[in-house]
């Protein structure tokens, strides 16, 4: 079964809003990763976070990570249209990398 | 610069057919993972290989086969394709040790549809 839940599953917003995008997961975790992808094409990677760290940022994307909540939020400030695509989060127990990956948020920015 | 490349990119096969997917990274990644990918289910995990000659049964493993000869190459072989098998398939792989956690890269992705 899938470790993640994305929510929402999709959403639409205007150029220059901000975008939130929540995630779940169910069992612990040592990190969780952001990924995006443009519709046709393979997923490229966004942000990381470790169970440790709390929030995350990286240009005009910022992650938070509540471990006793099994949740995580990526953010996008200031959106643009070339944002359009779909989000995905995915979470490992392990550092080597066997990610476990929820159903996405599919993100629109509409010009 | 280093790339993962899948091939063949779009394939239709027949049902009851062995077919294999190519997956080849030139990062020297140690870490190798198959994914498919169905509207509804995200990505789900297939096979992944932690080295040479190590493979490992991932969430929908059934029906799948993954061998890993060499750091570089990490086939995926559908024994008797089924049409549940029609999806997208993604390789993918990444760096990470026990010690320290990393980012997975992945290919563009093989469409497979089994008629």
């Known amino acids: 079964s899938q470790q993640g839940e994305e929510d929402p599953q999709a959403l639409s917003i205007q150029e220059g809003e901000n975008a939130t995008m929540n995630c779940s997961y169910k069992?612990?975790?040592?990190?969780l990763q952001w990924y995006r992808q443009n519709s046709g094409r393979g997923l490229v990677h966004l942000i990381l976070?470790?169970?440790?760290?709390r929030e995350k940022h990286s240009g005009r994307l910022r992650v938070t990570l509540d471990t006793s909540k099994k949740s995580s939020s990526l953010l996008i400030t200031a959106s643009r249209a070339a944002d359009t695509a779909s989000y995905f989060c995915?979470?490992?127990?392990?550092?080597?990398?066997?990610?476990?990956f929820g159903a996405g948020t599919r993100l629109t920015v509409k010009p | 610069d280093a790339e993962i490349t899948q091939s063949p990119r779009h394939k239709i096969t027949e049902t009851g057919r062995q077919v294999t997917l190519a997956c080849h990274q030139t990062w020297n990644h140690n870490n190798m993972f198959w994914y498919r990918q169905d509207l509804g289910h995200g990505l789900r995990l297939i096979h992944y290989?932690?080295?040479?000659?190590?493979?490992n049964k991932g969430e929908v493993s059934d029906g799948y086969s993954v061998s890993r000869s060499n750091t570089e190459d990490l086939p995926l072989t559908l024994e008797s394709a089924a049409s549940s098998q029609t999806s997208v398939y993604f390789c993918a792989s990444s760096a990470g040790t026990r010690l320290s956690g990393n980012t997975i890269y992945f290919g563009e992705g093989s469409w497979l549809t089994v008629v």
């Open positions: 069992t612990s975790i040592n990190n």
């Open positions: 290989s932690y080295g040479v000659h190590d493979t």
């Open positions: 976070i470790r169970s440790n760290e």
């Open positions: 995915a979470s490992s127990a392990s550092t080597m990398g066997d990610m476990r």
